[in-house]
C-alpha cells in the first residue's frame, strides 16, 4: 500500500494539472453573441461604405456600423435576451428591416443585407 500511494498521488496531481489546462465554460459567454454579414446592392454587388444601423428593441439603443471595403459589418457584445433590429443605407437606398431574435441560439449570427432598388 505504501509504494502505491506516490503512484496514485502522481496520478492525481497529472489529473489535476490536466483540468487547470481545460478552457473552462463561462456562463458569461452563454449570454453574449454576436451578428455580422454584408451587405449587397439590388444587382448582387458588395457595398462598401454602407451603413448598418442595429437598434436594441428594448431599450432602443442605436448603433451604427460604416461597412470595409469588402461590404462587411459586424457588431459583437450582444445580449441573447434582446431582440435586434438591422437595416442598411447608402445613397438613398435602404434595405428591409431584419431581425435578430432571442430565439436565434446561433453565438455567431450571419445576416446578409440587400439594399433595395433607389425610387
Do not use: C, W
Amino acid at each position: 500500500m505504501r509504494r502505491l500511494l506516490p503512484v496514485l498521488g502522481l496520478v492525481l496531481a497529472m489529473l489535476s494539472g490536466r483540468a487547470l489546462a481545460e478552457p473552462q465554460n463561462n456562463d458569461a459567454d452563454a449570454t453574449v453573441r454576436s451578428v455580422e454579414g454584408v451587405v449587397r446592392d439590388a444587382d448582387g454587388k458588395l457595398v462598401p461604405g454602407a451603413i448598418v444601423h442595429l437598434k436594441n428593441t428594448k431599450t432602443l439603443q442605436m448603433r451604427s456600423f460604416i461597412a470595409k471595403d469588402d461590404g462587411s459589418y459586424a457588431f459583437h457584445g450582444l445580449s441573447t435576451n434582446v431582440d435586434y433590429q438591422l437595416k442598411a443605407e447608402y445613397q438613398n437606398a435602404s434595405s428591409d428591416l431584419k431581425t435578430l431574435s432571442v430565439f436565434d441560439s446561433r453565438r455567431n449570427a450571419v445576416i446578409n443585407l440587400a439594399l433595395n432598388k433607389k425610387k
